[in-house]
Structures are given as C-alpha cells and as structure tokens.
C-alpha cells in the first residue's frame, strides 16, 4: 500500500538567490496548491507534484545594476548602464560610444516566455536621439542580456511585469514536480545566444 501526504497550499519563500551570469534575485516566491509527496519505498526517491504553481519573483534596482555590470562585453559599444526603475517603467542611462544618452525603458513579455525592454524616448546631451540609435542600443541589450525560460526543463508562462519605485515583480505560473528533470542543474534560460 502506498502511502501519500496531502498539502492543500505548500509556500515556499527563497530570498537572494543567486542564477547564472551573476543575476541576484531578491526574491521568489511559489505556492504550490494541491501538493501531494509519496515518501520514499524500497529505495526509490522522495516523488511530489502539485497543481499549477504561482510564481512571484522580486529584482531590486541595484541587482538589476549589478548584472548590467557584468554582462555587457567589451565588443558592445554601449557602455556604463545603469537602470532607475519607476512606477510604470524603467529609465536607462549610459553611453553609446562616447555619448551619454538616456532613455525611458519597458520590459515587455514575449509568448509568455521571453522578457525583453523596449526603449523610447531617448536624449543625448541636451538632444533628442535618433530613433536609429535607440533601435541599436535597444538590439544590443536584448541580445546580451536575453532572458528565455522556454529553455527550462518544465513549462513556465509569464503572466506580468510591474515596474514598482526601485523594484521589479515578475508573476508567472509554472508545472513543478520532484524529483526535478536532470537538465535543471544546467538550464540556460539566463544565458546569451
């Protein structure tokens, strides 16, 4: 007789977790409705699944600052980036080749998988900037700092990003079981292409 234990919502709270490419999360947070565990029997593993869980993931500023530190390759021509998140979206400032520039920024969900920013709006010095440049500067950070969770071992959709004074908050769902797929240790959905 197999035996099983029931949890109506399981919550489980993580804070500073650090993911590849140096991206500190200040926070994620899951519910886990409908849990149901089978201890362990004649040396097989712990096995749990759920219903479909709720994901809530916190970036503060200076995290988000952080992995721009450290990702942006020599080769890229934008250069010093910094983020100042607001209410309702983000501005991002740094310098494309010698100009400073600043631009209003959007981080936009992509087939529910996919976060990329859209920039508006941008000066350089005391100018407008070229839609042009804002295009390139646009291209380049998406593509150095691509975030693709179609690339994790179990299923995830985005659901929202909020852009909070200093903060972002991702929500999302995802499909959860243990023990977790293999691949899971080397997921490479926070990794450049």
């Known amino acids: ?3 099983k ?3 109506g919502l399981l919550q489980i709270i993580a804070q500073n977790v650090r993911l590849p490419r140096s991206l500190i ?3 994620v947070r899951v519910d886990a409705p409908s849990v149901i565990a089978i201890p362990p029997h004649n040396g097989e593993k712990l096995k749990a699944s759920a219903g479909e869980q709720k994901l809530r993931v916190l970036i503060t500023e200076p995290n988000i600052n952080a ?3 450290v ?6 021509p934008v250069r010093n980036l910094k983020v100042e998140v607001m209410s309702g979206k983000m501005k991002v400032s740094g310098h494309y080749k010698i100009a400073p520039f600043t631009v ?6 992509e087939n529910g998988v996919r976060v990329k920013i859209d920039l508006s709006g941008g000066k350089s010095g005391m100018f407008g900037m070229p839609s042009a440049m804002i295009g390139f500067i646009e291209s380049e950070v998406n593509q150095k700092m691509k975030i693709d969770l179609s690339l994790l071992p179990f299923p995830v959709q985005l659901d929202a990003i909020t852009c909070e004074p200093g903060r972002v908050i991702i929500t999302g769902r995802a499909k959860l079981s243990y023990p977790l797929p293999p691949a899971l240790t080397g997921s490479s959905a926070f990794l450049p292409k």
């Open 1 to 3: 007789m197999e035996h």
């Open 25 to 27: 999360v200040d926070e």
């Open 5 to 7: 234990l029931e949890i």
């Open 104 to 109: 209003d920024a959007v981080p936009v969900i």
């Open 67 to 69: 992995v721009l530190a």
């Open 71 to 76: 990702n942006i390759p020599e080769s890229v």
